[in-house]
């Protein structure tokens, strides 16, 4: 059953105000009552709806993971300016979600959302990046995106000191080197 517009809004405002109550507070720390006085809801609507604030947590993850940005179609997937604009476009999706990503990667620092980022990105990427099958193809791989996980936590804390284009110019030349 899809939700209706009622309940996306109170699914929205129940996830702003955890999202607020983390710049704050570790996750173990907020407790339902928390979040359902920082979103005006009541406690009865908000477990109609999740079973405790990780499930909550989980759900922002799940979005945030679900809208990285995809291959286009129709691109040649293994050339250098495809993988550059396919970077572009996930650092320009960081940028756009910036409290988000701040929160995430940055406030919480959680190796189990990192972890689903760094698997996430893989398997949306890899596919498009000529990196081959093989093992050592696939941890090269984990291994240049966990690297970009720590330089997009930098690149966020200095506060976007360049833009997604020049960082991702700079991400695939960086990778080039691991990976020539």
């Given at each position: 059953m899809k939700d209706n517009r009622?309940?996306?809004?109170?699914?929205?405002l129940m996830k702003d105000a955890l999202l607020e109550l983390l710049e704050q507070h570790p996750l173990n720390r907020i407790?339902?009552?928390?979040?359902?006085?920082?979103?005006?809801?009541?406690?009865?609507?908000?477990?109609?709806?999740?079973?405790?604030v990780e499930t909550l947590m989980l759900e922002i993850e799940d979005d945030v993971l679900s809208q990285l940005p995809d291959f286009p179609?129709?691109?040649?997937?293994?050339?250098?300016?495809?993988?550059l604009h396919r970077l572009q476009a996930f650092f320009d999706y960081v940028r756009a979600n910036e409290r988000l990503f701040?929160?995430?990667?940055?406030?919480?620092?959680?190796?189990?959302f990192n972890q689903r980022l760094v698997r996430t990105v893989t398997?949306?990427?890899?596919?498009?990046?000529?990196?081959?099958?093989?093992?050592?193809?696939?941890?090269?791989?984990?291994?240049?995106?966990?690297?970009?996980?720590?330089m997009i936590k930098t690149w966020i804390v200095g506060g976007f000191p360049m833009d997604?284009?020049?960082?991702?110019?700079?991400?695939?030349?960086?990778?080039?080197?691991?990976?020539?």
């Open positions: 009622r309940v996306r809004m109170t699914k929205k407790t339902v009552t928390d979040v359902c006085r920082s979103a005006d809801v009541n406690r009865s609507t908000f477990y109609a709806y999740y079973t405790d179609e129709g691109q040649d997937i293994y050339s250098d300016d495809s993988f701040r929160i995430m990667i940055v406030v919480r620092d959680n190796d189990s398997e949306h990427y890899l596919r498009g990046s000529g990196a081959g099958d093989s093992l050592a193809a696939r941890y090269t791989y984990i291994y240049c995106v966990s690297g970009v996980i720590g997604a284009h020049t960082f991702a110019q700079m991400v695939l030349h960086l990778s080039a080197k691991v990976t020539g």
